[in-house]
């Protein structure tokens, strides 16, 4: 019998903000590096690990003499550099987020310390969605490493060592660890794990990491020798200090005669599930903040097309400052109150400046159509046709079909893909209010809506003459849930109790007398407040009690548009609650054993955990994530999607969906402090957000993903005219066959990349039209050319199966920009 393989790593795991401030961890990674590499002078053997190019960009801002000397242990070998920009929340941020978590890190990696990454180290997020590894192959990284499914509460998870594979096909190496991410070696636990190990996968090794964490800290003597005593049993084991590469292409080594097993879906994290719905006010911004960067990005692209200044260097910052904020425990809302009041403040900054950039180039561009100066022009940032509801503020002469709203005139236009038109009139109407007996009725051509006068809950929602609303539960109303922290759920592995967790868990399953909650009641009143032809909308307000604690106040506006296939739901609320937890209660008169819901640059389909056919693990999922939308169909087709503007967290049965709407939870206290007292309560005050429900046929899921982008992204309304040569309506690029999310400069400066994905599970032929010369090339993630496609004013590509598609667009000219003047 062979030998067990025992491989030791030194790490310090560092959150970037937790229970302390951005401040003291830059003071912090100063202590921890200082540590290391004093220790790495007396023991030349220590190999170290240390993930977050963020941290490693401070040291060279801030000490530039210790990120010298982490360089020199870089080249030597000794110290190991791995992604991403910091150890961010998985389940929240949208797929081009996490593409520049991971590019932007090799990137720094590669031009500060000479160091080509290939490892993902995020041993402490909070769950994963399937499509990274597909993210993480098309950016060159080849291997993947957490140890938080650790934690599940229900099943373990069943492998240690895997291919991840996502629905395209792409793989990565993985590795959950056996024990934690740091520690001293116990060597009865050690010996426990591997004996674990070797039960599940036939082989007996275990990768090892010693060393302080969350606070950082670096490593003490006592614990690397610990390592050196494991390492001299020679005649029992084979240890060794091995950095992360190191032992990744040993297992690669270990799989070509071992298989290992192929894992394909989501890693699911049974335990944090109030991590998706915590810290709602800022969850919003930081949806806002995607939107509009990435908006920024396309309209100021096309805007130097035409000699617009395209801000590489403003964006860049923008960009960085999101990443640091999805940092798993500040866009998990598990950090305390200081964090909250800083990143608030800091992402309004930059999605405010992301919008005056956008602003700015549909200005630019607006200033060279041929119309009258001053004329109103919407913009369309997303690269299809959509309709746009829009107010135009002023005394314009604007015909067809409009809507009187104080000082503005509202209209519904069709806007070109990624284009603009001058508002001239107004293209869609018959939005209508119809006041029942027993309800208000909303109108507009895709939907018939019932809002009961009595309880002020959607009734109704009627689509081609099927009712998808069962109104005898009481139709789409809030429930609140108590929330109460309770022990008894516990980790499987690290055996820690939920009770600790308030920011983290959801309580409402465990309650000791079952699960209670409470409507919003009646209404304190209810109005028809505007009645079309382009809007039609109904206001209702609640009061929710609860002792003890200030009046909560609920305002909820259902809304009908003209040309528009979704009735939104705005929601205005003073939260004042303890230990509750608001979600809204969707009834369907159908029944469905799974749902589908959106993840970065992808979706999944998950079986509801209520359903008799679920497996243990699917019960597990009663609180599941998602992003954009959600969509829960019948088997013809027939469905309703959920759309939302910053909402994370649902839970689902065969007949039913909720959104997760509003927590809380206690604050957890600054470091160093007991978890005990009264602290404050998270969530407080003003929230504001959008749902919008969707009915709708047999139609393709890139349908329901376009919509959700246009609910999240409202056309830009500008002055312009005035110009000689650009038409009163023009779109400067189209893309079929895939979702078209980016359009940016290159990193390299040579030319633009455009991204986008599959979502329809077919090979597609992917056909790019644009209004300018270009050549263009087939590239990856990394926006390394893969092949060329040839130039012209259109190319065609082809799609794998959920894949995602990036290529380069290059001016074919000399002389590429081009003013106004000669567009």
């Known amino acids: 019998m062979e030998k067990p393989a025992v491989m030791i790593v030194g790490h310090s795991h560092i959150d970037a903000e937790w229970l302390w401030t951005r401040e003291e961890t830059i003071e912090v990674c100063r202590e921890t590096f200082k540590n290391v590499l004093s220790l790495m002078e007396k023991y030349p053997q220590l190999r170290y690990v240390q993930s977050s190019s963020q941290y490693y960009a401070w040291m060279e801002e801030h000490y530039p003499q210790l990120f010298e000397e982490i360089r020199r242990r870089v080249e030597e070998g000794r110290w190991e550099p791995v992604a991403p920009w910091v150890e961010f929340d998985a389940n929240m941020p949208c797929g081009e987020s996490l593409v520049r978590q991971l590019l932007y890190s090799k990137q720094y990696f590669k031009e500060k310390l000479g160091f080509d990454a290939e490892v993902v180290w995020l041993p402490d997020t909070f769950g994963f969605p399937q499509t990274l590894p597909q993210i993480m192959a098309g950016l060159g990284f080849k291997y993947f490493l957490t140890q938080k499914l650790n934690w599940n509460d229900t099943v373990k998870f069943r492998y240690n060592y895997f291919w991840w594979e996502s629905p395209d096909g792409s793989r990565v190496l993985a590795h959950q660890t056996l024990g934690g991410y740091g520690g001293i070696i116990e060597e009865d636990v050690l010996w426990r794990l591997l004996q674990s190990c070797s039960k599940r996968h036939g082989f007996t090794v275990a990768y090892v990491m010693i060393g302080y964490g969350d606070h950082g800290g670096g490593l003490s003597e006592e614990m690397i020798k610990s390592a050196l005593k494991i390492i001299e049993q020679r005649e029992v084991v084979e240890a060794s200090f091995t950095s992360p590469s190191e032992f990744f292409r040993w297992l690669e080594k270990l799989a070509e005669h071992a298989e290992l097993p192929v894992w394909r879906g989501e890693l699911y994290l049974q335990y944090h599930r109030g991590t998706y719905t915590t810290q709602a006010r800022f969850k919003k911004i930081h949806r806002e903040v995607e939107v509009c960067l990435l908006e920024a990005e396309r309209i100021a692209s096309v805007a130097s097309w035409y000699g617009y200044p395209y801000p590489k260097a403003k964006l860049r910052e923008l960009w960085l400052k999101l990443l640091f904020n999805q940092f798993h425990d500040i866009l998990a809302g598990s950090s305390i109150p200081e964090v909250y009041e800083r990143a608030e403040r800091e992402l309004e900054e930059v999605r405010d400046e992301a919008r005056r950039v956008a602003m700015e180039s549909a200005k630019y561009l607006a200033s060279g159509i041929s119309a009258p100066p001053n004329s109103p022009v919407a913009f369309n940032t997303l690269m299809w046709d959509r309709v746009a509801v829009i107010a135009v503020d002023g005394d314009f002469d604007i015909g067809g079909i409009v809507q009187r709203c104080g000082d503005s005139t509202l209209l519904s236009v069709n806007i070109p893909s990624m284009g603009y038109k001058v508002i001239k009139r107004g293209e869609f109407g018959g939005v209508e209010v119809v006041e029942e007996d027993q309800g208000i009725l909303l109108e507009n051509g895709f939907f018939k809506a019932l809002v009961d006068r009595r309880t002020g809950a959607l009734l109704s929602l ?43 868990e959801v309580y409402i399953f465990q309650q000791p007398e079952g699960v209670v909650w409470e409507s919003l009641g009646s209404p304190e009143s209810l109005e028809v407040v505007e009645r079309g032809p382009v809007r039609a909308s109904v206001r209702v307000r609640y009061r929710f009690k609860q002792q003890g604690r200030p009046d909560s106040m609920f305002t909820i506006t259902y809304r009908a548009y003209a040309g528009v296939p979704w009735l939104e739901l705005d929601f205005k609320v003073e939260w004042h609650a303890k230990h509750r937890f608001a979600k809204l209660m969707i009834p369907l008169s159908y029944k469905s054993e799974y749902a589908k819901f959106d993840q970065a640059y992808g979706w999944i389909e998950r079986r509801s955990p209520l359903s008799p056919s679920a497996t243990l693990e699917e019960r597990a999922k009663w609180e599941v994530p998602g992003h954009m939308w959600a969509d829960v169909s019948r088997g013809d087709g027939v469905g309703l999607a959920v759309l939302d503007d910053g909402k994370y967290g649902y839970d689902f049965g065969c007949d039913f969906i909720r959104v997760s709407l509003l927590r809380s939870a206690s604050y957890p206290p600054p470091w160093g402090r007991k978890w005990e007292g009264e602290p404050p309560i998270t969530d407080q005050g003003l929230h504001e957000f959008r749902i919008a429900l969707m009915p709708h046929s047999s139609i393709p899921i890139s349908e329901i993903v376009k919509r959700a982008f246009e609910f999240n992204c409202p056309a830009i309304l500008v002055r312009g005219g005035g110009g000689r040569v650009m038409p009163q309506t023009r779109s400067f690029l189209r893309v079929e066959g895939i979702v078209g999310i980016v359009l940016k400069e290159a990193e390299d400066g040579r030319g633009y990349i455009l991204r986008g994905y599959e979502v329809d599970g077919r090979r597609a032929r992917v056909g790019v039209l644009v209004d300018r010369m270009f050549s263009f090339e087939l590239a990856n993630l990394a926006e390394e050319q893969l092949a060329p496609l040839g130039e012209g004013r259109e190319v065609e590509a082809t799609a794998r199966r959920y894949g995602i598609v990036t290529l380069r667009l290059v001016h074919v000219s000399q002389s590429p920009k081009h003013g106004l003047g000669e567009a």
């Open 462 to 504: 009627e689509f081609n003459g099927i009712d998808l609303i069962d109104g005898s539960r009481g139709g789409v109303h809030v429930q609140i849930f108590k929330d109460e922290p309770i022990e008894g759920r516990i980790t499987l592995g690290a055996r820690f109790d939920a009770e600790i967790f308030d920011a983290w």
